[in-house]
């Protein structure tokens, strides 16, 4: 199994959804004893936000390619050729203003490709990145995956969408709620971890 965790928080150490994340790996390899790590962490090698340039190079033949297009696509055939090569991918995804964080969508901007990770045909649109297992580790300092807030939650519901978009359907989710919440975040992390099950 090669394994790919994405990282998008900044904050190190102190990162819930990057302790979650690797909570997440550690019993994937103890399943599986000879799997391998790629980690990338998109805070330290961010992916820059999509201009003119990278738009261009992606709806122009390779073969007609200038200079500063090659350069610019070299981002996205990196992230695509990382994704494609592993077997299982594994999110740590930080809530930030009900969404996102922003590298992360840069990284999602770089991979969601026409002609490479989905087509669109005469049947409507067809993912192309098939037999991949994902696992999102969602951290958020409220409650959100149930109660009043749950319709502010675009984390999940995104990602769900848009990997599902690209053919990635198996999707698992652990959450650790409620960490900026006193009387839950002390225990919000471990009962995560406890809920790991794979």
Request: charged share 10%; aromatic share 18%.
């Given at each position: 199994m090669n394994i790919l965790h994405i990282i998008s928080s900044p904050r190190g150490g102190a990162s819930f959804s990057i302790k979650l994340g690797n909570a997440v790996i550690e019993k994937l390899q103890q399943a599986n004893p000879s799997s391998t790590l790629k980690v990338h962490d998109l805070t330290n090698k961010p992916?820059?936000?999509l201009e003119e340039v990278h738009l261009n190079s992606f709806y122009t033949p390779a073969e007609q390619h200038s200079a500063e297009m090659t350069e610019a696509i070299k981002h996205s055939d990196?992230?695509?050729a990382e994704l494609l090569a592993a077997d299982t991918i594994v999110i740590g995804v930080g809530m930030?203003?009900?969404s996102i964080p922003s590298t992360l969508k840069a990284w999602i901007d770089h991979i969601a490709r026409a002609g490479k990770t989905f087509n669109?045909?005469?049947n409507g649109p067809e993912g192309l990145i098939k037999g991949k297992k994902v696992y999102l580790a969602i951290t958020s300092g409220g409650i959100y995956s149930e109660g009043p807030m749950k319709a502010y939650d675009f984390t999940e519901s995104y990602?769900?969408?848009?990997l599902g978009f690209m053919g990635i359907t198996d999707i698992t989710v652990f959450r650790a709620e409620g960490v900026n919440f006193p009387d839950l975040k002390?225990?919000?992390l471990d009962k995560a971890i406890e809920?790991?099950?794979l």
């Open positions: 992916f820059p936000h990196q992230a695509i930030y203003n009900f669109y045909s005469a990602l769900r969408a848009v002390e225990v919000a809920s790991i099950v």
